[in-house]
């Protein structure tokens, strides 16, 4: 099972940036997707966006196309999202994940493993 470590969450005001990293180390990210969920508080898992670490295709949530932007950085083992133009409604836990069926990209029932998360508030 593949170690992911999240990390940039915070609190920022609407219109505000952040960007998140999902970290592995020591484990490369060839033939896998790494994915991006997010979950409010009452609400069910959201998938947002994934990269291909094979072709670097990237795939995004209707919520957050134009706002949000996945990247990859294999020699690092890691991927990030850069998130602009926040909005409150984009309050959540942030969640990685990694899943080698990449065509069930955003999948949650796909992933192999999942990180921790780390918090994105965004106050209005």
């Known amino acids: 099972e593949v170690q992911l470590v999240e990390s940039g969450g915070g609190l920022v005001q609407a219109g505000g940036s952040l960007r998140l990293s999902c970290a592995a180390p020591g484990f490369p990210f060839d033939d896998y997707a790494i994915n991006w969920f997010r979950q409010a508080p009452g609400k069910e898992r959201e998938g947002v966006s994934c990269?291909?670490?094979?072709?670097?295709?990237?795939y995004y949530a209707d919520s957050v196309k134009g706002r949000f932007t996945i990247s990859s950085d294999n020699a690092k083992n890691t991927v990030y999202l850069q998130m602009n133009s926040l909005k409150p409604e984009d309050t959540a836990v942030y969640y990685c994940a990694a899943t080698s069926r990449e065509r069930l990209c955003l999948r949650y029932y796909a992933m192999d493993s999942w990180g921790k998360g780390t918090l994105v508030t965004v106050s209005s």
């Open positions: 990269i291909s670490s094979r072709d670097g295709s990237t």
